[in-house]
């Protein structure tokens, strides 16, 4: 083929240093492809499909599609060579070219054009390879082409340049393609698109990338894939748009020597989701060397993504590894920060007059950006400067600026935040409200120029023993009216019996006006105030009722209410306030609480949830005890008792010794429950009232009893039995959980109609807790075990009046609980709980009844219990704790109720001569808790 049109491709002639090597290359090399008139005798493939699995050598053109659509497959490791390569010849037709599998190789010693004057696609795939001198993707604006690469192996090698006209290429799954100069969007009015997606997929270019060469072009590296190149070259030409995104982790786009976001025309790099761009060569410090240039020449413009665009939701944030990045004399050029990360690093130096914008997230500016002349607009998130940031900042509502570093002239708007300090102070500051806690760098922000607080805005203090956050102001300070200042956290400092004077703001050309207000400083203990004079705004803080005379006032207890928050409250008082003590942080995040925060504050410092579960023990046995007295009650024929799950045992009939005389032969009685096992579930439901300051406590328990029984003698019933069950009690800021093994032993006989019933059982408790400190921000963990015995005794009456019965009762039960001492885990607040028991006596009288009747033809049985319990001993759960330094203190939960309604009332429907349906509701209601149970059993004989 013979090239009649020697178009030579325009670099650009502005961006001298970086494009003049590359622009001599592209003009001795890259050629548009025209095709003049010639004889159709090269080698066409036309209609249908062909197939190629063998070498072929083409002396002329290759054409596929020239009038009808086609699909050729290269294959099977043929070789085929040929002049040039044109897919989709003919237009409006559409031609497919797949070369595929290991060794398969199609060779063009002139250009390779994928929609010629048709629609065409090139599918390399398995390990193939395709090489050309120049690529095509639709030559013209009226075609279409794609190129997909794709499979480890599969290659595209372009000996010269590489062109993505009005079509896409698609570089996925390990394939890989080569180029020396690649323009994406030509000719004029195409839009050209490449994919570089998954791990092992990568594109080399040996010159330059242009996107949005003469008209629009977009790039997208997603999920491990790589792009190599010189330099970059985003939105080339004046009429043209390039759009680059580079997300997911371990993609990368490497420019090895420079990269312009608008060249041009308009340029977009967006780099997200731990994707990396570099810019330069790698120095011995890991840093890279190269400058990245935005909206480079007149009329051009360009914005950098970090994270997501300004119009779209934050994303997590990507690298751009550069040295600098200078603004041009475009019309417009910006930094976008929109990104969720909460320690972003963003180190390139920054220079030139462009617009830096923070959305979401916080960024910290390390880099040197003293010649940067633009506007810095932090609308949301936080922004640290930490090195030099020049021109001008407006925070505005939303936005926080910090840091250590110094900035020009700033106006902190309506709704913005003023802090300074490092990392944790921001992140505070912006997401909690007074008295959390946080791990704060005191720091001092300079701001080289004038300051303004505005109307709405809030400067937001760290203190820290004798020193404070400070904002230096090289100009002058102006605090209008409605400007607020905010204490956001007492570090880990001295003691505040003594009163602490801050300098929070010094201006060198003088301060006009006052905060208006001290934001969340009605703390129940501390004084706050502040005062000013000609150039600076102070801060004062002592603990209340301490003056200056250094005395201690006991400022927790000056609050506390109940017995249980003043038991705390003497604990705290008598706290470590060494400094470095490991208990000053836990004392000074307290000083800041209000009254009403400080009272919840104690409920939840208590731990009385751990005085709770003594109490959910105790229900968790009388369970034990109740589904036990059920299955004795059943084998000593108890009023009203529940219908028994038992399978009995009874001996095999023994054969007569002589058939003839079988009838004379003596009968062995037996009774087919005389051994038996059994199995019962249980579960219940309840609350128990808080006291003394407590919050309510849900409970709820269920497990099954599995168990089996013998008759001894003639008269007793002896059986063992083991069981397994959970016990949940949950507070508004606490949550525990206990997992019980049983195993006990029961006994029952009958005298006549007089009934005695027995059983001991012995618990053993794993206890997991969490607890919530709202006020500080930590979740505390415990881990402990403990044990339970319960015995008991009852002796009943049976009355039988007709078809029905009575069973007048009294019992005796006696519990013990024990748990083991421990250490939580999680903050500065974990207690460490002493062990502790807990010995409390049932007694119990009541009545039974039962009567049988016909419920919608099925005979039936009604019971019912009701019955007064009485409890003494040790009624009060207690828990003993303390903190990591200071006095031990004793709080305790809901008492156990003394007096406490038992009932119970249920169903048997036989349902069949050898089934039974029943249903059981069995409850306790005290004034302080409530406790509620129900089942549902089915029992088959057979």
Do not use: C
Not at 771 to 785: H, P
Request: aromatic letters at 8%; charged letters at 15%.
């Amino acid at each position: 083929m013979h090239e009649n049109s020697m178009t030579p491709v325009n670099t650009g002639r502005r961006f001298n240093k970086v494009a003049k090597t590359s622009r001599n290359a592209l003009l001795a090399s890259t050629v548009l492809l025209a095709v003049p008139n010639f004889a159709w005798a090269d080698e066409a493939f036309n209609s249908g499909n062909h197939a190629i699995t063998a070498d072929k050598a083409v002396t002329g053109r290759l054409f596929v599609s020239n009038n009808a659509d086609t699909h050729l497959t290269i294959s099977n490791g043929a070789t085929v060579t040929s002049g040039d390569g044109l897919i989709a010849f003919g237009a409006g037709y559409t031609g497919i070219v797949t070369v595929t599998g290991d060794g398969t190789r199609w060779e063009t010693t002139e250009p390779l054009t994928v929609g010629v004057n048709g629609n065409g696609e090139l599918n390399i795939e398995n390990g193939a390879v395709v090489q050309n001198r120049l690529g095509y993707i639709a030559q013209k604006a009226t075609t279409t082409g794609k190129v997909n690469v794709s499979g480890t192996g599969s290659t595209w090698i372009n000996t010269g340049a590489l062109f993505v006209g009005n079509g896409t290429l698609n570089i996925k799954d390990g394939g890989l393609v080569e180029s020396t100069t690649s323009m994406i969007g030509y000719p004029a009015d195409t839009v050209g698109v490449v994919n570089v997606t998954g791990n092992g997929s990568r594109w080399i270019d040996h010159h330059n990338i242009y996107v949005g060469y003469t008209t629009d072009g977009t790039l997208n590296v997603s999920d491990g894939g790589v792009v190599e190149n010189i330099t970059g070259f985003i939105g080339n030409s004046a009429n043209s748009t390039g759009d680059v995104t580079v997300t997911g982790s371990e993609s990368l786009w490497i420019n090895s020597s420079g990269l312009i976001i608008g060249y041009q025309g308009n340029g977009t790099l967006t780099i997200s989701d731990e994707a990396v761009v570099t810019v330069g060569t790698q120095q011995q410090d890991g840093s890279y060397n190269g400058t990245t240039f935005i909206a480079s020449a007149p009329g051009s413009k360009g914005t950098l993504n970090i994270g997501a665009a300004e119009t779209e939701f934050a994303a997590a944030a990507g690298t751009l590894k550069s040295d600098s990045i200078t603004f041009g004399s475009g019309t417009s050029g910006s930094i976008v920060f929109n990104h969720t990360d909460a320690n972003y690093t963003f180190s390139a130096g920054i220079k030139g007059n462009g617009d830096i914008k923070h959305l979401s997230g916080v960024t910290t500016l390390t880099g040197n950006s003293a010649n940067f002349s633009g506007v810095t607009n932090v609308n949301g998130g936080s922004l640290l400067v930490s090195n030099v940031l020049g021109g001008t900042v407006k925070v505005n509502n939303g936005g926080t600026i910090g840091g250590t570093g110094t900035i020009g002239t700033t106006t902190i708007g309506d709704g913005g935040i003023l802090s300074p300090g490092g990392l944790e102070t921001i992140i505070w500051a912006r997401a909690s409200t007074f008295g959390a806690p946080s791990f704060n760098q005191i720091g001092t922000l300079t701001v080289d120029g004038n300051l303004t607080l505005r109307d709405g805005s809030t400067y937001a203090v760290d203190l820290s023993g004798t020193t404070s956050d400070l904002v230096h102001v090289d100009g002058q300070a102006s605090i209008e009216d409605g400007a607020d200042v905010k204490v956001t956290s007492l570090d880990d400092a001295t003691s505040y019996q003594q009163t602490q004077k801050y300098t929070i703001l010094n201006a060198d050309g003088g301060l006009t006006g006052k905060f208006s207000e001290l934001i969340n400083t009605s703390s129940a203990f501390l004084d706050i105030t502040t005062s000013y004079d000609d150039y600076n705004a102070y801060l004062n803080v002592s603990v209340k009722g301490s003056g200056n005379t250094g005395t201690n006032p006991n400022p927790f207890s000056r609050v506390a209410r109940t017995g249980n928050q003043k038991s705390l409250a003497g604990a705290l008082d008598s706290l470590d306030q060494t400094p470095g003590s490991a208990s000053l942080k836990l004392y000074n995040d307290l000083l800041q609480l209000s009254e009403d925060d400080a009272l919840q504050a104690y409920q939840q410092l208590s731990g009385d949830v751990y005085a709770t579960a003594q109490g959910a023990f105790t229900q968790t046995n009388r369970a034990v005890n109740t589904a036990l007295n059920s299955r004795v009650r059943a084998v000593t024929d108890g009023v009203a008792a529940p219908s028994s799950m038992a399978l009995g045992y009874a001996e095999e009939k023994k054969a007569a010794k002589d058939e003839r005389f079988a009838a004379f032969e003596p009968k062995e009685a037996f009774d087919t429950d005389r051994f038996a096992t059994w199995v019962n579930g249980f579960g219940s439901w309840g609350k128990v009232s808080g006291v003394d300051g407590g919050s309510d406590t849900d409970t709820a328990n269920g497990g099954v009893i599995f168990g089996g029984d013998m008759m001894v003698g003639s008269d007793w019933r002896v059986g063992v039995l083991g069981g397994y069950s959970r016990s949940f009690f949950d507070t508004d800021s606490s949550n525990g959980a206990s997992t019980n093994y049983h195993l006990g032993g029961y006994a029952g006989t009958k005298w006549g109609p007089v009934a005695f019933r027995t059983g001991l059982n012995y618990t053993w408790h794993n206890v997991d807790t969490s607890r919530t400190i709202t006020a500080l921000g930590e979740t505390l963990s415990g881990d402990y075990d403990g044990s339970s015995f319960n015995a008991y005794g009852e002796l009943a009456y049976r009355l039988d009046v007709g078809k029905s019965a009575l069973e007048p009762f009294a019992a005796l039960a006696h519990s013990r609980t024990r748990t083991d001492g421990f250490t939580e885990t999680g903050g500065t607040a974990a207690l460490t709980v002493d062990d502790s028991s807990m010995n409390t006596t049932f007694t119990t009288i009541g009545l039974r009844a039962s009567t049988d009747l016909d419920i919608a033809g099925v005979a039936s049985v009604a019971r019912g219990t009701i019955g007064w319990m009485h409890a003494f001993g040790d009624v009060d759960p207690v828990s003993s704790a303390r903190f990591a330094t200071g006095d031990s203190f004793s709080v305790t939960s809901t008492p156990v109720d003394r007096n406490a309604a038992l009932l119970e009332a249920g169903v048997d429907l036989t349902i069949t001569p050898a089934s039974t349906l029943s249903f059981t509701y069995n409850g306790q209601i005290g004034s302080n808790a409530y406790d509620h149970g129900a089942n549902a059993k089915l029992r088959v004989k057979f």
